[in-house]
């Protein structure tokens, strides 16, 4: 059953090292982050989920050790989902490792998860077994819920760190240029997830996210899924859209 859950998006540039020069203007965003996943460890999990997007053959499940790296954003660091400890990992809890070859996944994690794994590791997250599950962002709502409610029946106490953006069409400068249905978009899934209104969530419309890149859409439904009957009350603790793209951080609890 479906106890607590943490959304928070997944932008690479949550991480400092990627972000450099602009790391101070997230962090709020990563303050509040924070704050969603220790509300996880509050609930007494059997089992942590992290959930984010990920593109075609990345779809799946990501068990706990797999590794990611942030070297296509041109930042040499990896980072691993839980799992045993390696070298420049002692801790083995998604703490940043600097790259190396090989994984104990046969794949390597999106860049969702990954960012997922980072802020896990920046929370020192001990507190259940992890694993990892990227969802296809044109999955259609009914097959986001179903895996939801599967992820919520696997254990007792059951969390999720849901990892997703809103749309990226927020001003003229953002990556899919403005449009201006986003603002409404975001609006309605900003107050679904602040909410918790799984009924809301399911009603985003998959063609819309697509035209307004809204990444989000399939985790967030995913969670709405795992959500059905579990009778729990959600908070926003972070809305904004620097860079066009809308960013949200809620708990559920």
């Known amino acids: 059953m479906l106890v607590a859950a943490a959304v928070c998006p997944c932008p690479p540039l949550l991480v400092p090292e990627v972000a450099t020069g602009a790391a101070p203007e997230l962090d709020a965003a990563r303050a509040a982050c924070t704050d969603a996943v220790g509300l996880l460890a509050a609930a007494r999990p059997d089992l942590l989920y992290v959930v984010g997007p990920a593109d075609e053959g990345a779809h799946g499940v990501f068990p706990a050790g797999s590794t990611g790296s942030f070297a296509g954003f041109g930042v040499d660091l ?11 990992d002692p801790a083995g809890h998604g703490d940043s490792v600097p790259s190396a070859e090989g994984s104990v996944a046969d794949r390597p994690l999106p860049a969702s998860l990954a960012v997922g794994a980072w802020l896990l590791g920046r929370a020192g997250w001990a507190d259940a077994p992890i694993e990892g599950l990227g969802v296809d962002p044109s999955a259609t709502p009914d097959v986001c819920a179903g895996i939801g409610r599967g992820l919520a029946d696997s254990a ?23 449009d201006e249905r986003a603002a409404g978009f975001d609006a309605e899934a900003a107050r679904a997830l602040g909410t918790a209104d799984a009924a809301a969530l399911l009603a985003l419309e998959p063609e819309l996210a697509y035209e307004l890149k809204a990444a989000g859409r399939a ?32 708990a559920w609890s």
């Open 78 to 88: 990896a980072v691993r989902l839980g799992g045993s400890a390696t070298p420049g």
């Open 156 to 178: 007792d106490r059951v969390v999720l760190l849901v990892l997703g953006d809103g749309s990226a069409c927020r001003t003229v400068k953002a990556p899919g240029y403005l």
């Open 219 to 250: 985790p967030w439904q995913v969670l709405a899924g795992a959500a059905e009957g579990a009778g729990l009350d959600g908070r926003l603790l972070f809305e904004d859209a620097p860079y066009g793209v809308g960013y949200f951080v809620a």
